[in-house]
């Protein structure tokens, strides 16, 4: 029986070829692991009303961990319309499969690594070390949203005083999307990033928000964060609101060590630390739970590239490095890490987002003789 049971979500568009990629290094770092397919993305939204099918949920809670490619996701309106007739004007509304995911494992904690690999031509320093936390579960990925919102929902919505503008909308042109945060989740993610600073000797965390503006649910953030530095005096606890925190990043990213942000907020200024460290080609993920993870790039599938095999593969396969730093597979995993950092800076071997033409299969087999020769 094999030491692990890995459930192998490839997705949509590039997940496969990214995937493909990943297994490459898998099967030739002879991981003793078993690999365990399963179903998710648009393929199953249009044909079974459902991008997150139950069976792949059992499937998950039955293995160790997860690898996952990527998904497409539309607005609601694209994705009735590409529902089988059968399914459609059902009521079925098209919720995104990695967020449900999330959720539905209670994978709280989003680790994003945006470490520049020296020698990359796409950096924009090579000084630049950024892990983002991002919270998972909620926020305004909770889909708690209203279009239009029911009478019941606009009279709560109207004790509060400053609906007072929106008296006279008619309800079809108003919706509602609501960010809520629960103290647990602050704290966990705040809680996260301060431990993983200690641990890796980083000097400062970083909040990111907005609460001069969102008053309440950035503001409980502040509160937790200020009340847990406390518990650490020997990292930094900076605090910057999220605009500006874009702007610092373009002018000084190699400042900040460990940000932690809320889920919408999170996702933003990953994609923008990622871009400084070569782009989402690189810049892998880890989804957390208490017993559970799932590995992912931070990437979407990209469709105009799907079959192709010329995006990067390297963020899906540092996120297989995530992985095996997860189970425990430290010596695998740092040698991948190796591997991949000497590729990067031979630039023997470059996909298209480095000016090459080389495919991502090939970018995987030159990681692989890399692996081998150390
Ligand atoms: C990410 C992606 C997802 C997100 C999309 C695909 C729903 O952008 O993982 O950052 O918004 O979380
Ligand atoms: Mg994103």
Not at 348 to 361: A, E, R, V
Request: glycine content about 6%; overall charge negative; some cysteine.
């Amino acid at each position: 029986m094999p030491k692990y049971h890995i459930a192998y979500l490839p997705g949509d568009g590039i997940g496969n070829d990214v995937m493909d990629a990943a297994k490459i290094v898998l099967d030739a770092i002879d991981l003793d692991a078993e690999y365990i397919h399963g179903d998710i993305g648009w393929e199953f939204w249009k044909t079974e009303g459902n991008p997150l099918p139950d069976r792949t949920v059992e499937l998950l809670k039955e293995t160790n961990c997860c690898l996952f490619g990527a998904i497409t996701s539309k607005s609601n309106e694209d994705a009735e319309k590409e529902l089988i007739p059968e399914l459609r004007n059902k009521g079925i509304v098209y919720s995104g499969a990695i967020v449900t995911l999330r959720q539905e494992l209670n994978l709280h904690t989003n680790m994003r690594y945006c470490k520049a690999y020296p020698g990359n031509p796409l950096n924009y320093r090579d000084d630049i070390d950024l892990v983002v936390f991002r919270e998972n579960t909620e926020g305004l990925y909770a889909g708690v949203e209203f279009r239009p919102p029911s009478k019941e929902v606009f009279n709560a919505l109207m004790t509060h005083k400053n609906m007072k503008k929106f008296e006279k909308i008619s309800l079809d042109d108003i919706a509602v999307s609501c960010r809520i945060f629960t103290r647990n989740a602050c704290q966990n993610i705040i809680r996260q990033a301060f431990e993983y600073a200690k641990k890796h000797n980083r000097g400062s965390v970083t909040l990111v928000e907005k609460p001069n503006v969102i008053r309440e649910t950035s503001g409980m953030m502040v509160q937790e964060a200020r009340r847990m530095a406390m518990e650490y005096p020997n990292i930094e606890l900076w605090e910057t609101n999220v605009d500006a925190m874009c702007m610092w990043l373009v002018k000084n990213p190699q400042d900040y060590d460990v940000l932690v942000s809320s889920n919408m907020f999170g996702d933003i200024i990953s994609d923008l630390a990622a871009q400084l460290v070569g782009g989402l080609g690189f810049v892998a993920s880890q989804n957390i739970g208490d017993n559970y993870a799932v590995f992912e790039p931070i990437h979407g599938s990209a469709p105009k590239y799907a079959g192709q095999y010329k995006v990067n593969p390297i963020a899906m396969i540092l996120s297989v490095k995530l992985m095996l730093d997860w189970l425990g597979e430290k010596q695998y995993a740092k040698n991948l890490d190796q591997a991949v950092a000497s590729v990067i800076k031979e630039r023997k071997i470059t996909t298209y987002d480095l000016g090459g033409t080389n495919t991502s299969l090939e970018m995987a087999e030159t990681i692989v003789k890399k692996y081998e020769e150390l």
